[in-house]
């Protein structure tokens, strides 16, 4: 995994917002129309992409995004939501650094933030993949299927977050000198470069104050990509679908591996309904892959890209 993390230490790709911040992308590749990835919630571009970025960019140009306060784009002051994140990968597109049009590859959580830039700039969209993406109203899927809502403000990485910050505004926590949580140190796979450029960027504490907000606000998410209007006429648009749940507590009651069971169901037939927003839109049901189907299934993943690639080229010409 080091070698696939390297090109993510560079900021060389970085944009820079109208307000000064820095949007970071890691770009490979050339040609048109150019593949922006979009993580899911509470990864960076590196994780999510490495495995895959390269072998999608010998077919086009191709940029993974990091959103504020991840990887190595700048945080901001005040609440962060997927409204906030997108307008901030908005903003960064219509700068003109990273040409259109775009082909939107979101996972996960990164789906929402796919649907919101579709909406607004369909002139820009030239096809869409999206990978076991999260849903309009998941929290009511959640609910109608028997599952419990988690509390974000309570999620452990939440409050790791928060802690991070303080401790950083305090002082008590510095790179290179004390680091008793460890804020600023990072898992062995990270190349030293790496490293080090995110233990820079996280040095300020706004980085993990915007972390946290937009964990905290992560369920609101759901509702506000609700578009009952959404059409995306005849654009290309592969949904990719995993088929292997994540593997349940020990402790795991009968009922909640019900409710587990029929929101698993009821996810994959979403699956249907984000697919059908286009007359092309296809849901990809993928064997033996869990929700990371990018690391499950990567030739999957590129072999999809390079599909609406394609479509989005001859569409065209």
């Not at 069971?261 to 064997?287: C, I, T």
Request: charged fraction near 20%.
């Amino acid at each position: 995994m080091r070698q696939t993390l390297e090109p993510y230490a560079s900021a060389a790709d970085a944009v820079t917002l109208p307000d000064g911040r820095k949007a970071n992308f890691t770009c490979m590749g050339e040609g048109s129309p150019t593949v922006i990835l979009i993580p899911g919630l509470a990864d960076f571009a590196g994780i999510s992409w490495g495995g895959v970025q390269p072998d999608m960019a010998r077919t086009t140009r191709v940029c993974a995004w990091d959103r504020p306060g991840w990887g190595l784009s700048d945080g901001a002051e005040g609440e962060h939501t997927v409204e906030t994140s997108t307008a901030a990968l908005e903003a960064a597109l219509a700068t003109g650094a990273i040409p259109g049009p775009y082909i939107l590859v979101g996972h996960s959580f990164g789906g929402y933030e796919s649907l919101l830039y579709a909406d607004r700039h369909p002139d820009q969209v030239a096809g869409m993949v999206m990978v076991d993406p999260s849903v309009p109203n998941q929290s009511a899927l959640m609910e109608r299927a028997g599952m419990a809502v988690p509390d974000a403000e309570a999620d452990p990485m939440v409050q790791a977050f928060r802690k991070c910050a303080a401790e950083i505004r305090a002082g008590t926590a510095r790179l290179g000198g004390p680091d008793p949580d460890h804020c600023l140190s990072y898992p062995s796979f990270f190349p030293d470069r790496l490293a080090k450029a995110f233990g820079e960027k996280a040095s300020n504490p706004v980085q993990y104050e915007t972390m946290a907000s937009f964990l905290t606000n992560s369920p609101q998410g759901s509702i506000m990509v609700l578009n009952p209007t959404r059409d995306y006429g005849d654009m290309p648009l592969l949904v990719l679908t995993a088929t292997v749940q994540p593997p349940a507590p020990p402790d795991t009651s009968a009922d909640q591996r019900a409710a587990s069971d029929a929101f698993f169901e009821q996810w994959s037939l979403a699956h249907d309904r984000l697919a059908a927003l286009s007359s092309r839109g296809v849901n990809m049901r993928v064997p033996g892959a869990h929700h990371y189907i990018q690391r499950a299934k990567p030739q999957v993943v590129i072999d999809a890209v390079e599909a609406v690639v394609a479509e989005a080229r001859a569409a065209g010409d």
